[in-house]
């Protein structure tokens, strides 16, 4: 699946505010085309590319609040074009590039952002390529990257995506695996589900607050599932004899009663080696706080990061650590928006791999539980610029 960049720009020849002619056709196929499609795995489209059946109005907003990347041309102060833009800017943080022909006037309210100029010549059409193709790889290297007013003004707000209906367990296994562009050797999968039958992964990553209290058997957490999983049960009734891992972590944890964001505390597996895991790493992901239930701590991303140094730390040499299983951390409880955190710990975990080609670690699965989990990751890795697609 190819990267989008949908573009926001008038058509054929208009005249910018101050009376100038500009041939937009000639803009889109000499400067954003040209550029966008130099980028590895990319492709561009305007409206009027899209052959499809139906109202047209419908498939540009599903274009502009689907699509990894917009450009949006606002040399002629278009009304259509600025309305485009803000429902942009309404729906994704990033990654919009604005762009102007030179010497074009901008109105008030967008005059503080980023916009490249570009100029019909050869020097210009040039320069203009080379900035679009930056602007955008950079915005990408960053998955907190924000270029909408929108958000920098309510850094918070949450919009709802994806289907209306509400997502659907999925109970078989299966593995989605994406090497590495420039090693690979290493790799992300996604691999979807019962948590009981899943048999890769040396490591099973745990969700787990900062008070490292794991969660109640029945719950449906990752916390209260690899409790379980874990747990020495009756041969016969199959109920819980030995709280295995939650009574080792209670004893590393000792007199203290909390620790901090990020930290990362292994026990052994318990009965979770019958699925081959060696060690369980608990990640402090979530913080709680009386009245107001738990949050999510502060870049979340450092869960994913501290896990893999730990597993490539000297303490787990012998084991040989290959791969390792993380959640969506502070998805659950913790009520993260699912994908902005995917973003960032799939991104945390490339970016480790990438920077510790020595790493032992050969594989980063994460796992998606439902059919809109998997939709997500799998948006994201297929789109990842340092990826390869399947």
């Known amino acids: 699946m190819s990267n989008t960049c949908f573009v926001i720009m008038p058509y054929g020849k208009k005249k910018d505010i101050d009376g100038k002619e500009i041939d937009f056709d000639e803009i889109y196929e000499r400067v954003i085309k040209d550029a966008v499609e130099s980028l590895d795995g990319f492709e561009c489209q305007r409206c009027d590319d899209i052959e499809q059946p139906g109202w047209v109005h419908e498939r540009m907003l599903r274009h502009i609040c689907e699509d990894l990347v917009a450009i949006v041309d606002t040399s002629t102060l278009n009304a259509n074009v600025f309305y485009e833009l803000g429902v942009r800017h309404a729906l994704r943080r990033s990654v919009t590039v604005l762009i102007h022909r030179e010497g074009t006037s901008w109105p008030f309210n967008i005059a503080g952002l980023s916009s490249i100029e570009y100029s019909t010549n050869p020097k210009g059409v040039k320069e203009a390529k080379n900035k679009i193709c930056r602007f955008i790889l950079n915005a990408l290297k960053d998955p907190k990257n924000t270029d909408s007013l929108v958000y920098h003004a309510v850094p918070d707000l949450r919009v709802e995506r994806g289907p209306v209906s509400a997502p659907k367990p999925l109970s078989k296994v299966e593995l989605f695996k994406f090497p590495l562009a420039q090693n690979p050797g290493k790799s992300i999968a996604l691999i979807t589900g019962d948590r009981e039958y899943i048999i890769v992964a040396d490591v099973w990553v745990n969700s787990e607050n900062t008070d490292m209290q794991m969660d109640r058997f029945y719950e ?26 939650g009574d080792e972590l209670a004893r590393q944890m000792g007199e203290e009663k909390q620790v901090d964001p990020a930290t990362v505390i292994p026990t052994k597996a318990g009965a979770l080696q019958k699925n081959n895991v060696k060690w369980i790493f608990h990640a402090a992901s979530v913080e709680g706080e009386p009245r107001e239930g738990y949050h999510p701590v502060k870049r979340i991303e450092r869960c994913v990061t501290n896990a893999l140094r730990r597993a490539d730390s000297k303490e787990f040499l012998d084991d040989q650590l290959k791969s390792i299983l993380f959640p969506i951390f502070g998805t659950g409880p913790g009520g993260g928006d699912f994908r902005e955190h995917a973003e960032l710990c799939i991104n945390a975990a490339v970016d480790y791999l990438e920077s510790n080609p020595g790493s032992s670690i050969e594989t980063a699965y994460f796992y998606a539980w439902s059919d809109v989990a998997l939709q997500i990751c799998r948006g994201i890795v297929e789109r990842h610029p340092r990826l390869k697609s399947q």
């Open 220 to 245: 449906k957490s990752t916390s209260a599932t690899i409790r379980y999983l874990g747990a020495q049960k009756h041969p016969i009734s199959g109920r819980v004899q030995e709280d295995t891992i």
